[in-house]
């Protein structure tokens, strides 16, 4: 493969299953009051030689927000401890409602691993098509491991409410439309409701298909279009909690745009505040 694809099938991984230069990783991750283990789900059935990539705790803990993104030493030390190279080809897939594989991509992109991809469909359309599975956990020999995180690609409060008068940058916001307008509760009952003033609505399911895939480039370009997002001009994209936010990013590079950043702290930040503005 001369160059890497941020999108794969189910069908050139399964046949590239036993490339010694492929990892494979679960970026599963499901709502804190839901019923659901990522992790308990992973141990039950994976993909073939795949680890589980914890968000929540590959992340910085001394923030009370979750899953911020982790210091250098962290990442690069959980990393390592998964046997990857900064060389291998890192596919990364989920079994979430959130599509949190793009989560996973993201952190990995940020700290600069190039070769990173996303399994279109995930663990529901491997499952669909009766692919081999494995329970589990794979042992690997702890390699060396360098990340370089990209402050430039993150966004905090304080860079976001400068924006709010500045408008240089869209934000576009990849929670449903009720959470956004501010009509449908907030999975937090400690949020506000409503949204960042002056940002965009960009609901990430309306990116995917019915079987989780990415839509066409084309369609990906109309969707946005239709939200009112300006293509000519930098996005930051905001979400819950940083998932689906990434989702955003990820089908934005699908599309050629590249000129993106991503709110960490995103509504669980924002809107569990009392001097953050909103509207609604």
């Not at 910085?60 to 982790?70: A, E, G, Q």
């Not at 702890?142 to 400068?162: F, G, M, P, V, W």
């Not at 689906?244 to 699908?254: K, S």
């Not at 599309?255 to 009392?274: F, K, M, N, P, V």
């Amino acid at each position: 493969m001369s160059e890497v694809q941020s999108l794969v099938s189910t069908a050139w991984l399964a046949e590239n299953l036993g490339d010694p230069n492929i990892r494979i990783l679960d970026g599963s991750w499901h709502l804190p009051n839901s019923d659901r283990s990522a992790k308990a789900e992973f141990e039950e059935n994976h993909i073939p030689g795949a680890l589980f990539f914890d968000v929540d705790e590959i992340a910085d803990l001394d923030i009370s927000l979750p899953h911020m993104m982790p210091s250098n030493e962290k990442m690069a030390s959980r990393v390592r401890a998964m046997g990857i190279l900064n060389t291998d080809h890192i596919i990364v897939y989920d079994n979430s409602n959130f599509s949190s594989a793009a989560r996973t991509w993201f952190m990995f992109r940020n700290f600069g691993h190039a070769k990173v991809s996303i399994l279109d469909g995930g663990f529901p359309k491997w499952i669909s098509e009766r692919r081999q599975l494995e329970r589990g956990v794979q042992k690997f020999i702890s390699s060396h491991y360098t990340a370089n995180k990209d402050e430039s690609r993150i966004r905090n409060r304080e860079q976001i409410l400068r924006n709010i008068d500045s408008r240089s940058e869209q934000i576009v916001d990849a929670r449903a439309r009720g959470r956004f307008m501010g009509t449908a509760p907030e999975p937090r009952p400690e949020s506000r409701s409503g949204r960042i003033p002056g940002s965009f609505n960009m609901p990430f399911n309306d990116l995917l298909n019915d079987d989780g895939t990415y839509k066409k480039p084309d369609e990906l370009r109309d969707i946005f279009a239709k939200n009112n997002i300006d293509l000519l001009k930098p996005i930051v994209t905001s979400c819950g909690s940083g998932i689906t936010a990434c989702v955003l990013i990820f089908a934005l590079e699908q599309i050629g745009h590249t000129d993106t950043a991503l709110y960490d702290g995103s509504w669980t930040e924002w809107g569990c505040r009392t001097d953050t503005p909103i509207e609604i």
